[in-house]
């Protein structure tokens, strides 16, 4: 089982800077997929968005085509830290953002595919 707690997030203006956080308690040492999904204002669940995942086994590492080049995640595995440091935010780029954990290998930019999810935190990036 896996449990994911976030934090970070805030509001920033544009062209600003933000970093997120997240913890992972998991009660086997198997490694697995972690990463980064976003809900954009009056978006409903079904259409969150990958913005980032990755295997902490290492290996496999994805980005959404929208925040390529400006956010990087980057893990701890000693510490089953997750964090997302996005640069260059833009206005679209507001939204609640959660992260998400899952057993697997394959660690795609897919929702269905993550049932562990956190609480979320917001971002909101100002014009």
Do not use: H
């Not at 976030?6 to 198997?30: H, I, N």
């Not at 980064?36 to 259409?47: H, T």
């Not at 795609?108 to 595919?113: M, Q, V």
């Amino acid at each position: 089982r896996l449990q994911v707690v976030e934090s970070g997030g805030g509001t920033v203006q544009a062209g600003g800077s933000l970093r997120l956080s997240c913890v992972v308690s998991k009660s086997s040492p198997e490694d697995y997929c972690v990463g980064w999904f976003r809900q954009l204002p009056g978006k409903e669940r079904k259409e969150r968005e990958g913005v980032a995942t990755i295997y902490t086994g290492g290996g496999v590492l994805y980005y959404g085509a929208s925040v390529k080049g400006r956010f990087t995640i980057s893990q701890d595995n000693g510490k089953n830290t997750l964090a997302l440091q996005m640069n260059s935010l833009k206005p679209e780029d507001t939204a609640t953002y959660y992260c998400v954990a899952e057993v697997g290998t394959s660690c795609p930019l897919i929702r269905e595919y993550y049932n562990n999810w956190g609480q979320g935190t917001q971002v909101t990036v100002s014009a």
